[in-house]
């Protein structure tokens, strides 16, 4: 039973296109977090978000909590957006977080 | 900026030997966690620690231990390293439920 689901997958886009990855959850959450991680890299935190919307550069993340789901938008994509995505929630109860199995981006020139 | 140290980048060890993979953290964070990631299966929780020689199970404990006998480093230990323990392990902390900082990841191959 997986608590998180990323869609889609797998995503290539053409640089300057604008790309949206989604995520739904079906626990209570008190956050919900967005994650990059190069390849061979170590994962880096993009956004922490518990309502509403938030915006760093290109990258926007949105949250609904009534419908339990969040979404990440790239616009203007680049070669160096590509990497995985890793959405994650921190639940109500308990320290742990519930990962997404990621979405994998290519961005081709 | 809280910064978590994972002791290799790339290690490769052979069937049977004993491995230590450490993490060490220099915040005061309570929390660590060990994961690895496979493809297709995303992070998936192998143990983690809350205090001092405490510790707790994850979803995939089996054939590793780990031990926190200070705050700041939490290591994974695998007893007898097999094929299947292959993977990128991850180590991360968090301060309770603010966020966890990830380690840059040991990828590990058994050979």
């Known amino acids: 039973k997986n608590e998180v689901e990323q869609s889609p997958q797998n995503l290539t886009a053409q640089e300057g296109e604008f790309i949206t990855i989604n995520c739904s959850y079906s626990?209570?959450?008190?956050?919900l977090h967005w994650l990059q991680q190069h390849p061979g890299g170590g994962i880096v935190s993009l956004f922490m978000l518990s309502s509403g919307k938030k915006k760093h550069g290109r990258l926007i993340a949105t949250i609904n909590i009534q419908e339990k789901h969040s979404s990440l938008h790239i616009t203007a994509s680049h070669p160096r957006d590509s990497a995985v995505y890793i959405c994650a929630v921190s639940p109500h109860t308990g320290n742990q977080f519930y990962f997404g199995t990621g979405t994998s981006l290519t961005v081709i020139p | 900026d809280v910064k978590v140290t994972q002791s290799s980048r790339y290690l490769v060890k052979r069937t049977g030997e004993k491995v230590f993979l450490e993490c060490v953290q220099d915040?005061?964070?309570?929390?660590m966690f060990w994961y690895r990631q496979d493809p297709g299966l995303g992070l998936r929780l192998i143990y983690f620690s809350y205090d001092v020689k405490m510790k707790e199970k994850g979803d995939i404990p089996e054939g590793y231990s780990v031990s926190r006998e200070k705050k700041e480093r939490f290591s994974l230990i695998l007893e007898s390293a097999s094929t299947n323990q292959t993977s990128m392990y991850l180590c991360?902390?968090?301060?309770?439920?603010?966020?966890?900082?990830f380690g840059s990841g040991t990828r590990l191959t058994v050979v």
């Open positions: 991360a902390s968090s301060l309770q439920r603010y966020g966890y900082t």
């Open positions: 915040m005061d964070h309570e929390n």
């Open positions: 626990v209570g959450i008190s956050a």
